[in-house]
């Protein structure tokens, strides 16, 4: 009996000094085996999105909903805006603008333009790089560039040859202006004006 007691001792005596042991070696086995993790690596793109945007910051698909003096509703909306800068003089800028023009009347224009940029006094958008206007009574005109007030119905093209087609046929002037007249809304061709007929079949 007292033999088996002796033994049963040292088993444990044994036991509480091999156990720890191994623990200890086989927690400095698995950190020796772990990869290091290079912080650095984790979402490369991240970091240069994120610089990107402070260095030009911009707002995705914003937009612009008003109501002008005469009654019209003005909407616009582009991919992406970027704010002015008053140290530089740049003003606000978007690019691929969509306006909408809906006069009291229930007639509606619709601008696109690749680019978009608010004057300095913050009163009138020109849209450039391309623009295209088509209206509800059937005119499509291209120019290369449009002035829309922000405050009146009033869109204007800016410089360059303007193109288009409507019920009448094709034309070509050197203006085009959307403006509120003494009979209501009037579409003018103004400068040299050129119209090819086209009687409707």
């Not at 603008?97 to 006094?121: F, K, M, W, Y």
């Amino acid at each position: 009996m007292a033999r088996a007691g002796n033994l049963h001792s040292r088993v444990v005596a044994w036991a509480k000094v091999i156990l720890p042991l191994a623990a200890l070696a086989s927690l400095s086995l698995l950190f020796m085996v772990a990869r290091t993790v290079n912080p650095e690596d984790a979402i490369p793109y991240a970091r240069v999105d994120i610089e990107d945007r402070v260095r030009e910051p911009r707002i995705t698909t914003p937009s612009y909903a008003g109501v002008t003096a005469d009654g019209a509703a003005l909407t616009i909306e582009a991919d992406t805006a970027r704010p002015g800068n008053a140290a530089t003089g740049e003003s606000a800028s978007a690019d691929v603008v969509r306006g909408r023009l809906e006069t009291p009347d229930g007639a509606t224009t619709d601008l696109t333009a690749s680019a978009a940029q608010i004057n300095e006094d913050g009163d009138k958008m020109i849209f450039s790089g391309g623009v295209t206007v088509s209206n509800s009574a059937g005119y499509i005109v291209k120019a290369p560039e449009m002035v829309t007030a922000l405050k009146a119905t009033d869109v204007a093209s800016g410089g360059g040859e303007v193109t288009g087609s409507g019920p009448v046929g094709n034309i070509r002037a050197d203006q085009m202006r959307l403006t509120l007249g003494e009979g209501g809304y009037l579409l003018v061709f103004n400068g040299s004006v050129r119209l090819i007929y086209q009687p409707p079949n």
